[in-house]
């Protein structure tokens, strides 16, 4: 059988590893940014729906954007 030597380093454990993450800078799209800071909303729909709405908003004059706050 091939020989396997032990691992060179020392695994940090877990509870150092949580640690250290929350002690990170958290991300900018979090509480950091003000209440009305546009920020992107990412979500999957079908391509029908968004073509609807995005009649709907032309039929209005109106942006999507502005008509998805509406609504």
Same mark, same amino acid.
């Given at each position: 059988?091939?020989?396997? /030597?032990?691992?060179? $380093?020392?695994?940090?454990?877990?509870?150092? &590893? &949580?640690?250290?993450?929350? $002690? +990170?800078?958290? %991300?900018?799209?979090? *509480?950091?940014?003000?209440?009305? /800071?546009?920020?992107? @909303?990412?979500?999957?729909?079908? #391509?029908?729906?968004? %073509? #609807?709405?995005?009649?709907?908003?032309?039929?209005? *004059?109106?942006? +999507? %954007?502005? @008509?998805? @706050? #509406?609504?």
């Amino acid at each position: 059988m091939a020989k396997i /030597a032990p691992p060179t $380093e020392k695994k940090t454990p877990v509870k150092r &590893v &949580v640690k250290k993450a929350s $002690e +990170m800078k958290s %991300n900018k799209a979090t *509480g950091q940014t003000p209440p009305d /800071a546009i920020i992107p @909303l990412q979500i999957k729909i079908p #391509e029908t729906v968004k %073509n #609807e709405f995005k009649a709907m908003a032309s039929i209005r *004059g109106q942006s +999507m %954007n502005a @008509l998805f @706050l #509406e609504m």
